[in-house]
């Protein structure tokens, strides 16, 4: 099962490298991870998309909690939750293509951020799923580069 | 007060309480090293080589409770005393390693003797810091003796550039508490999961306490003692925590695992109710999985969450002190019946009429569980008795009996060789007073045999029991029994003579060739008290160690000494090591 876990730590130099190479060292499996400072500066909030059975999951959460600069752990696959991820794709445009693609993105609600003669700049943000469609829907072979953050995600119950 | 960082970081360590440090000098930390000279309160040993000194900080912490500290320079310093901090992190020893660094204006520049020791112990230690600046260190180093000796213990590495041991900075003094909001070690018991143990252990027809290194870490001796004799269940321990339960005690059924005796392993496979105690389910324990104890409701009792499901999925589980822990079922128990196990005890008593550490004897060649024996013998089973790793290792753990903690002191989750004999060293600074043994090997001697200099110079008289068998022999028993006897670089030719070397080292050496001259010789060597005695002691060199689970077998398919032919191993079994 896919499970997105979120984890709050000290901002401190290293502690990037202990959870990555937490993950490595006990081979589990990192789908995609976010790092950032909050609005408290001394903590990070880190967010990571891992696929494992129920045992491997409560290893992994078990395992960060025993490192030393990891304040809390929850697991937001386990309750109400709010996920998103923001891609940027940049896409080649021509006179025959320009049509379909603007009614693409209408389709996603995406947005034009950069519009040059030869090639868009889109962003568009939403669960991964989405995303996925999203890229899909384009004609591989006009797709230049796919840029993707990862995902991040809030719990939705008040007190966190 | 104005004072540099290398003053700073020993009064640190001197408020701390540390009387003893291993290491050894280099460039990044002349300044800590200028000034623990003139430090009166604190030891340093000099050894001949940093993981000398970080197996004899382990074996200082192992035999004393205390937290081991070890003092290493930048770059090869560092990697030098790696395989030490690996080894204590196994077994969940408590430690802090100091290790100089380059100049903080020069690190990432591949300066000389630079290495990225935080990134190379990252997943060895259980922390570690880097201190750029002399204003982090008293709390830094604060932190690292907190983390270090709390929780599940684990060594703690602090690198410190050598600039901030340099500038002086108004200090402040130690602080007297510190508050680390990642880091709670301490644990409230969940007393529904106490009530939940209770339940399963009333229901035990065929129950058995599996006690591990926890217990001896954890101090919980005296409370462990106390559940067993007030349940009256038979107790089964693991390689690491020999002693926590008297093993000459008519409730102990000693080791269990791959060299475990018969009725501990039977008794696990058979059992309907396992207490686990301070023990991770290891697979040196466990054999395979997928035949690990059939019939037991498990408990499991640690002080890390992460041990908990790890290997084998448990019934009921109780985070916390392992001492404290035991203290709330001891009282919950209090005035509960549990079921009579008489018949569980007729049944274990007849797997121990199988006598599974029974040898056999050969004239005129020396077997090494007789050394073992004698050994206990001659020291009436009072002595720390430290190994190597390999068959000695095993034979130490079968033939001596430990009836208190700390007393045997083995590298048992890493397998380090050369542990042994600076780990010695280490215990004997911590009890002077008592006897210390190390069993050793002819392999293994030789990776730290370095240290025999060091024990000169800062008089530490141990016993060396080296087992000569003129092989690897471990190595050789495995490949006698999965590898068709190819004995592949497991004999080694040329090897020294080790009587001679010891004395070259200022001690005494012994060479012991026959069995009447075994007694005799032990005998001699204890009687120097004031002398490191070297016994190289020549013994039987096919002898095997048995009882055997093999690789991919389960606990109730155990080999036996003599009694069966050596299976040759099946496809999963040669998966494992
Ligand atoms: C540092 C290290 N290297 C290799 C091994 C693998 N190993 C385990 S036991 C052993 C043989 C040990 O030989 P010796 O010390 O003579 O002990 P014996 O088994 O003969 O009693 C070896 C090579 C190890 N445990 N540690
Ligand atoms: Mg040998």
Redesign the interface.
Known sequence: MRHIISIQ??NE??AL??VA?LFS?RGFNIESLTVATTNDPTLSRMTIVSVGND?II??IV??L??L????TVTDLTATEHIERELVLIKISIDNDTQAKVDTQLDAFNAKIIDAAEEAYIVELAGKSQKINDFINAFDADKIIEVSRTGVTGVCQKIES | MKLNGAQILVDCLKSEGVKHIFGYPGGAVLHIYDALDSCTTIDHVLVRHEQGAVHAADGYARTSGKCGVSLVTSGPGLTNAVTGIATAFTDSIPMVVISGQVPSAVIGSDAFQEVDAVGITRSCVKHNFLIKNADDLAETVKKAFYIATTGRPGPVLIDITKDATIAEIEYEGYPETIEMRSYQPKVQINTEQIAKAIAVIEKAQKPIIYSGGGSVIGNASEALTTLTRNTGFPITQTLMGLGAYPATDKQSLGMLGMHGTYESNMAMHDSDCIIAIGARFDDRITGNLEKFCPYAKIIHIDIDPSSVGKVVGVDVSVIGQVNDVLHALIQGLKGKTLSNIDTWWKQINEWRKVDSLAYKTTEGIIKPQTVVEMLYEVTNGEAIVTSDVGQHQMWAAQYYPFDKPRRWINSGGLGTMGFGLPAAMGAKLAEPDLEVACVTGDGSIQMMLQELSTMLQYHTPVKIINLNNGYLGMVRQWQEFFYEKRYAMSYMDALPDFVKLAESYGHIGIRVEKEADLKPALLEAFKQKDRTVFLDIITDPTENVFPMIPSGAGHHEMLLAGRDEMASTNDSGLNLV
């Not at chain 1, 030393?68 to 304040?71: E, F, K, P």
């Open positions: 730590l000290e130099s290293g490298s202990r190479g060292a045992d409560e290893q078990k395992q909690n025993k030393i600069d990891v304040v």
